[in-house]
């Protein structure tokens, strides 16, 4: 199946600076990516679309200055908390469809940030 | 909007008992729906994909089922193992992915 990758898998920063996360398509091409976050024992909440050429668009209640998404090519996708504060703290993973007709969503083994 | 329901929320069998896990849906204009699998702090894994035009899939122990018309779906996962043990995700795509909570599995030694 195909591989998505996810850098860097665990992060810990201070409050008030920013993270960037990348979430790569290893033998595919994905024009569009997605940005999710988890909470402990709850399940994903997609954040944001992420479009290769164009702007994200983020789910209602998204802080689109907070998390920067940049689609900087057709296998990289980066989200970047700025600012990060302790409530950012989170399991932030990324997924990529593949072309045709399945759209067989592909997933990143996720990013732990932790915000002190 | 749509709303995914997994039920049970956990399940714990002895080895070798079959697994059934279910997974509703309200909005049944779906493209495509799909199991994960995801271990504790890791990524989520694909386990199967029904495309809306199809009823089932199967691969190994595991068959899916997709009943679109009333919004269902069940995972079947055959003669268990510890090592089935996880959390099952199910995932509908309209325009966007949706999931439900998931139902975590413990299968016992």
């Known amino acids: 199946g195909a591989v998505v990758s996810q850098h860097p898998s665990r992060v810990i920063c201070k409050s008030g600076t920013s993270v960037k996360i990348e979430c790569r398509s290893l033998?595919?091409?994905?024009?569009?990516m997605f940005w999710y976050r988890q909470f402990p024992k709850q399940s994903l909440m997609l954040m944001a679309t992420?479009?290769?050429?164009?702007?994200?668009?983020?789910e209602q209640g998204v802080e689109k200055d907070k998390f920067l998404i940049n689609h900087a090519s057709l296998t990289l996708s980066t989200l970047t908390v700025t600012s990060a504060h302790p409530e950012d703290s989170s399991f932030y993973i990324c997924?990529?469809?593949?072309?045709?007709?399945?759209?067989?969503?592909?997933f990143g083994p996720g990013t732990r940030l932790t915000v002190t | 909007k749509q709303e995914v329901t997994q039920i049970p929320a956990a399940l714990s069998v002895p080895e070798g008992e079959n697994l059934v896990l279910n997974c509703s849906f309200t909005?049944?204009?779906?493209?495509?729906l799909q199991w994960f699998r995801q271990d504790p702090g890791k990524g989520l894994t694909s386990l199967l994909l029904?495309?809306?035009?199809?009823r089932e899939q199967t691969s190994g122990r595991l068959n899916a089922s997709l009943d679109k018309s009333s919004g269902r779906s069940t995972l079947y996962i055959a003669a268990s193992q510890p090592g089935d043990s996880a959390t099952y995700l199910c995932a509908v795509y309209d325009y966007k992915l949706s999931f439900g909570a998931g139902t975590t599995v413990t299968v016992r030694a």
């Open positions: 029904i495309q809306s035009s199809q």
């Open positions: 992420s479009n290769e050429g164009s702007k994200a668009t983020y």
């Open positions: 997924s990529a469809p593949t072309s045709g007709p399945s759209y067989e969503q592909y």
């Open positions: 033998d595919f091409q994905a024009t569009t």
């Open positions: 909005d049944s204009a779906i493209y495509n």
